[in-house]
């Protein structure tokens, strides 16, 4: 049996060129986790987190891996299980009485959450390299090309409304057949302006969405759908405030043509089962490195399918392309950044993974995820 040695996290943090927005916060840099896991027989695995704080998130790693230390290392559901029993009650929990720790701190449920998914996606990167097969392999998937979008038009303050437009028309330029706009940081007016240029610029075969960063209200947002569909939207994404609910997304499903997506900010299945299950999704968007990692993307994304929703993870294509491979019949694609200005660390941290070319995705027959850390530029950007 193989099992688990050790567990450790790499904050990593690369300062942006410019301080960008979204309408939600604002962009100093591009900053990940990875977790580490080594094996009694010498195999290593990597996984990825992206949340915040680094250093909580770090803590929790450490103190999950310590829980997980021993257990079969290419049993991740058993791991993933025993680690979120820690989120709840137990009937011998206080005090640590079973020798696990204590439940923990409510509070913290982002970066426990975050923590779990950065384990247990090292421990599907492990679990190929044991079996000598790439993840998408594992699914049941084909390694052909797949589908991928850029996401660009982050604010810079004061810029002229134009330049996302000339940024989302370069990506084209470099093959892109979709393109997404952040949108909703300024007027409704302004917006529609922003959206005007960047269709004018892109032309009308390419696919165009919005990125809302939860902006809108659902009377607002109505508003917003319905001056922005003649421009040909391909969806709505995170439209509406962090608090409400799939029942406020039936309602603006009804109101727009558009399709809506969700689902990055999802912390486990259950909150995105009851909005898969609304009827007024189009795209779900479960991100395996923000939380709870790749078991429970799979799990969404099994039934997203049986309801006909549409798989569209939150970037990171070197993992989420396994995924999408394993659901040729709604697997849509995976998100990209354009250029290094929004993500410098995706183009300087890997010496492997999967590349993006013309806006398709290629993997590779590597083991596991099939990329490899470049452990000098980790040093570098220490966070």
């Not at 009827?279 to 309801?307: I, K, N, P, W």
């Amino acid at each position: 049996m193989t099992r688990i040695a050790s567990v450790k996290a790499h904050a990593v943090s690369a300062k942006l060129k410019h301080t960008l927005w979204t309408a939600h916060e604002e962009l100093h840099s591009s900053s990940v986790v990875l977790v580490e896991i080594k094996t009694d027989d010498g195999l290593t695995g990597i996984g990825q987190i992206h949340g915040s704080l680094l250093k909580d998130i770090c803590k929790y790693v450490e103190l999950l891996g310590e829980v997980a230390r021993g257990m079969d290392a290419t049993a991740q559901v058993a791991v993933w299980e025993k680690l979120f029993s820690l989120t709840s009650p137990r009937a011998t929990g206080m005090g640590g009485r079973d020798g696990l720790p204590q439940p923990l701190s409510r509070g913290d449920r982002p970066q426990i959450m975050a923590a779990i998914g950065g384990i247990d996606s090292a421990l599907w990167d492990i679990k190929g390299k044991a079996l000598d097969v790439p993840v998408w392999k594992l699914l049941g998937g084909e390694g052909k090309p797949l589908f991928s979008y850029a996401t660009g038009g982050y604010y810079e303050l004061d810029a002229p409304l134009h330049v996302c437009a000339d940024e989302l028309a370069d990506f084209v330029k470099r093959g892109y057949k979709a393109v997404k706009l952040k949108t909703a940081g300024l007027s409704i007016e302004k917006e529609v302006e922003r959206i005007r240029l960047t269709r004018a610029a892109i032309g009308n075969d390419v696919h165009l969405m919005l990125d809302m960063n939860a902006a809108y209200d659902l009377d607002d947002c109505i508003r917003f759908a319905h001056a922005v569909e003649p421009y040909n939207i391909y969806w709505l994404e995170e439209p509406l405030h962090w608090y409400l609910q799939p029942a406020d997304f039936v309602v603006l499903a009804k109101n727009t043509t558009i399709p809506l997506a969700h689902g990055e900010r999802e912390m486990t299945r259950f909150t995105a089962r009851d909005f898969i299950t609304s009827g007024a999704l189009g795209f779900m968007q479960f991100d395996s490195t923000r939380f709870a990692g790749f078991t429970e993307s799979l799990r969404v994304s099994y039934l997203s399918e049986q309801h006909g929703v549409r798989i569209a993870p939150h970037l990171v294509p070197e993992v989420h392309a396994h995924l999408i491979s394993a659901f040729p019949r709604l697997g849509f694609g995976v998100e990209s950044h354009g250029n290094a200005d929004r993500d410098p660390l995706w183009f300087e941290l890997f010496t492997e993974r999967a590349q993006v070319k013309d806006g398709m995705v290629h993997l590779s027959d590597r083991p596991g995820f099939g990329f490899e850390i470049d452990w000098k530029t980790v040093k570098k950007y220490a966070a």
